[in-house]
Nanobody, 126 residues
């Protein structure tokens, strides 16, 4: 079983920045593919970003490409989501997810991920 805990959400003005952190435990961290998803009120959960086990490959939704950066520190068992140039439409609950598939494949579909955090609220508003 993998435990996933997010932190770092909050209220930020448009154009501002936030960094989300996600700590995972219960499994060797560098065996986990990690992803970030978000869900805005009244909308379905959507993919934001994902990173492979080594951190050498990253993937982004078009809506955040160039503004968000996913990274990981395998010594700290933590994955990060640096969010810059935030827009009101980025307002959502952000979820961190872990996938322990044996091939280390990176998926952008939420149902591929086995373990989820409780979510952290990000609100972008003036």
């Amino acid at each position: 079983q993998v435990q996933v805990v997010e932190s770092g959400g909050g209220l930020v003005q448009p154009g501002g920045s936030l960094r989300l952190s996600c700590a995972a435990s219960g499994r060797t961290f560098n065996n986990l593919v990690m992803g970030w998803f978000r869900q805005a009120p009244g909308k379905e959960r959507e993919f934001v970003a994902a990173i492979n086990r080594s951190g050498g490959s990253t993937y982004y939704a078009d809506s955040v490409k160039g503004r968000f950066t996913i990274s990981r520190d395998n010594f700290k068992n933590t994955v990060y989501l640096q969010m810059n140039s935030l827009k009101p439409e980025d307002t959502a609950v952000y979820y961190c997810a872990a996938d322990d598939n044996s091939l280390g494949l990176v998926f952008m579909m939420g149902n591929a991920y086995d373990y989820w955090g409780q979510g952290t609220q990000v609100t972008v508003s003036s």
